[in-house]
């Protein structure tokens, strides 16, 4: 067994382009579930349709690439105003139930034949990343020792930080603000909030607005890492992989959904490597009690009993503010 | 113009009600909040009925009634916080029909709770903050920019470390709310209430579950309410404090207001007595002739058979 070996895997991942996505739609879920209190289970479809946005407007419309950019970032607020129109003067579970099937329907849209023409089907749209792959400024690609990164990844990474630590300040500046102190009101108690006189429902759509550009950017991101947008990329995975990173972090909490999403990336990559180097040939479990395709998939398993373990000793994830979680009740 | 004065200052305020009919629905010399025919039914149930009531200006005024009253469901129809199946009600003369809660806040009536509702996870000092009205702080596109509501954050939070001082709670300003008593609680949504600025405060069973002592200084702030040139309405259960503070008095029974008046005149009003005791609590069961109940039963019996 090689440790080094295990700990490059992790870190690669953990600073690598999946780490980023998952920030930025933690980010954006940490706004709807951790300040607002809005249950998103949907958030896979605010990241679709902001890679979507991006790929339809270039490949299918022609549209020019800036154009791209913009519509990436519409879209998830038109998602938003959809809806959050019915649902959000409903009572919470409403829009869980709401978001998640929206995503869903979403996803089988943009994957579905009838429309391949617009969406490209299962296989998806490509071809629209030029733009951003020539404005990378870098010659080569980046070796530290331990780990290293390829020329069009160091471009994507760099950017991509950059995004997260965008929305990070704007976060900060936000929830500082009476604005941010309105939302966790409302998070409080909704009744609370409009007794005395404030419009809950247009900060809950602004809320739910801003919480689905930022997860929009994260597709926005995805879409021109990979150069190509693929529907089956977007599941409901991928909304409870960003909620677990935000848990992970700590909700309520600027930079928790940040550390959250590298600390899960860490811990899957790392886990895999550690159990694919353990398990089958060669390894020091034998294979009666574990086999190379279960090794492969006991990191999942390992992962979701550290997040038990997490939400029963430390629930207010690793940033969060004890003293806050041990107030229950109203 | 001397007389002037003393005309206006007797019609509002306590002052006015003087003389004042005692009848469901008087009028009243200033009225501030006048509502009309509201009916409120739950599928079969009609828990509220009011076919005219006036608020005076100025004043305290207590509503009280039995459980299942409706007067709970009438303060939630007041404020827009639920929407009757009829009637009209004004502010101030402004009608306030399907009115969203948050404006009617803003026009000034704010409201409190049966079961308090403090924001347990902000500081106390931040519940206090969130019931300024017209920060600029609150619009998104201003909120990132601190220089743009810095200076006004400060003139809010001078006025709430201001109100926490009168209402005794200074000493847990950086508390959460989450971790204050029973009747802090009460204090704390009294206090907030009026970091809006209302003009009439409407407070849901205020002495709920707060301790004698307490119960002695929440008495005080309502009163300095009134001092203040507010008007205060009320729920209440408690008899001494609606004895104690308020001027004029509103029982509601079923739904239907059956009786105002001071609360000396309303506590010895016969519809109150029968609508807390019921009509018959002093007819003695034993004296009801036994022999005539038994025909009269026994004749019903008959009757529904025959129906059959």
């Not at chain 1, 249950?39 to 896979?44: E, H, M, P, V």
């Not at chain 1, 530290?144 to 990474?157: A, P, T, V």
């Not at chain 1, 690793?318 to 107030?327: K, S, T, Y």
Request: charged share 20%; hydrophobic share 50%.
């Amino acid at each position: 067994m090689d440790i080094l070996d295990i700990l490059r895997a992790a870190l690669q991942q953990a600073l690598g382009p999946q780490a980023i996505v998952f920030a930025l739609a933690a980010i954006g879920l940490n706004i709807h579930f951790g300040y607002t209190g809005l249950l998103n289970f949907g958030q896979a479809g605010f990241v679709a349709v902001g890679a979507y946005g991006l790929a339809v407007s270039v490949v299918t419309f022609g549209a020019p690439f800036w154009l791209g950019i913009v519509m990436s970032l519409v879209a998830p607020l038109v998602l938003a105003v959809i809806l959050g129109v019915p649902t959000l003067r409903l009572r919470a579970d409403y829009l869980a139930i709401v978001t998640i099937a929206a995503a869903e329907v979403l996803r089988f849209v943009f994957g579905s034949v009838e429309m391949k023409d617009t969406f490209g089907g299962s296989n998806g749209l490509n071809g629209f990343a030029r733009p951003f792959q020539q404005a990378n400024p870098y010659s080569s690609g980046i070796d530290l020792g331990i780990i290293s990164f390829g020329r069009n990844d160091l471009w994507s990474l760099t950017v991509g930080w950059i995004l997260v630590a965008l929305c990070c300040v704007l976060v900060w500046a936000l929830m500082r603000s009476p604005w941010g102190r309105v939302l966790r009101s409302i998070r409080e108690d909704e009744d609370a909030v409009r007794s005395l006189g404030k419009n809950v429902f247009a900060y809950k759509m602004q809320a739910l607005a801003l919480g689905g550009v930022i997860g929009g950017l994260g597709g926005m991101f995805l879409a021109l890492k990979q150069a190509s947008v693929v529907p089956s990329d977007y599941s409901t995975l991928m909304t409870f992989y960003a909620f677990a990173a935000l848990l992970l972090g700590g909700a309520a909490r600027v930079m928790g959904p940040v550390i959250g999403s590298i600390l899960f990336w860490f811990l899957i990559a790392g886990l895999g490597s550690f159990f694919s180097q353990s398990a089958g040939e060669g390894g020091w479990i034998p294979s009666v009690i574990m086999t190379d395709t279960q090794a492969s998939v006991i990191r999942y398993i390992v992962l979701g009993l550290a997040i038990m373990l997490l939400m029963i000793f430390r629930p207010q994830g690793i940033f969060g503010d004890r003293r806050e979680i041990a107030i229950d009740g109203r | 113009m001397d007389a002037e004065m003393t005309e206006q200052t007797s019609t509002t305020g306590p002052a006015g009600l003087v003389g004042v009919s005692t009848e469901p629905g008087s009028k009243k010399p200033d009225p501030i909040v006048v509502a009309d025919n509201i009916t409120r039914t739950f599928g079969g149930l009609t828990a509220v009925d009011v076919d005219h009531v006036e608020i005076q200006r100025g004043a305290i005024t207590a509503l009280i009634g039995p459980n299942g009253a409706g007067k709970t469901t009438f303060f939630n129809l007041l404020t827009g916080f639920d929407q009757p199946n009829s009637g009209s009600w004004t502010l101030d003369g402004k009608s306030l029909k399907g009115v969203a809660p948050y404006k009617v806040a803003r026009l000034g009536m704010v409201r409190t709770f049966q079961l308090t509702k403090v924001l347990a996870k902000l500081t106390v000092i931040e519940n206090m903050r969130l019931g300024a009205t017209g920060q600029k702080g609150e619009r998104f596109w201003a909120a990132p920019f601190k220089f743009l509501w810095g200076k006004q954050e400060d003139e809010v939070t001078k006025k709430a470390d201001e109100l926490l001082a009168r209402f005794l709670l200074d000493k847990k300003r950086e508390d959460f709310a989450g971790s204050l008593s029973g009747g802090q609680r009460k204090l704390l949504e009294m206090a907030r209430a009026l970091m809006v600025d209302p003009e009439l405060v409407m407070l849901d069973e205020p002495m709920a579950g707060v301790n004698p002592a307490l119960k002695q200084s929440l008495l005080g702030h309502v009163k300095s309410l009134r001092d203040e040139g507010r008007t205060v309405l009320f729920v209440e259960h408690d008899m001494d404090m609606v004895r104690d503070i308020s001027d004029w008095v509103v029982v509601m029974a079923q739904g239907k207001i059956v009786a105002e008046g001071t609360p000396e005149s309303v506590m010895a009003d016969q519809r109150v007595i029968d609508a807390y005791l019921g009509a018959h609590h002093d007819t003695d069961l034993s004296e009801l002739d036994e022999e005539r109940l038994e025909a009269e039963v026994e004749a019903e019996i008959a009757q529904e058979e025959d129906a059959k």
